[in-house]
């Protein structure tokens, strides 16, 4: 069972960018899903959520108004596009899943991670 980021990469303020996350191994289609991120010397800290059915969605308010997560579960995919970007935005972005309907916004409720997509925001 596999998740695997991408998308990441190099762009100034106020640009965008698109991170995709494909699952393999299993369909994911009935598991919550989400978005974290990491700066260096930094705690991970949660960035956005979705439940099974693409219908709640949650985000922190450091990116509200800015990302959109979202899902298709016809293709076990998971994105999230960032616009309006900013330095501190910087980070490795990890998406995650859990064994459950619905979304939390802490760690340890995910049961898998992806290994992980920089994203590096210049000023």
């Known amino acids: 069972v596999q998740l695997q980021a991408s998308g990441g990469g190099l762009v100034q303020t106020g640009g965008s960018l698109r991170l995709s996350c494909a699952a393999s191994?299993?369909?994911?289609?009935?598991?919550?899903k989400g978005w974290f991120r990491q700066a260096p010397g930094k705690e991970r800290e949660f960035v956005a959520a979705?439940?099974?059915?693409?219908?709640?969605?949650y985000y922190a308010d450091s990116v509200k108004g800015r990302f959109t997560i979202s899902r298709d579960n016809a293709k076990n995919t998971l994105s999230l596009q960032m616009n309006s970007l900013k330095p501190e935005d910087t980070a490795v972005y990890y998406c995650?899943?859990?064994?459950?309907?619905?979304?939390?916004?802490?760690?340890?409720?995910?049961?898998?991670w992806g290994q992980g997509t920089l994203v590096t925001v210049s000023s």
């Open positions: 995650v899943a859990r064994r459950g309907t619905e979304y939390y916004t802490y760690a340890s409720a995910y049961d898998y």
């Open positions: 191994g299993r369909t994911f289609s009935s598991y919550a």
């Open positions: 979705i439940s099974w059915s693409g219908e709640r969605l």
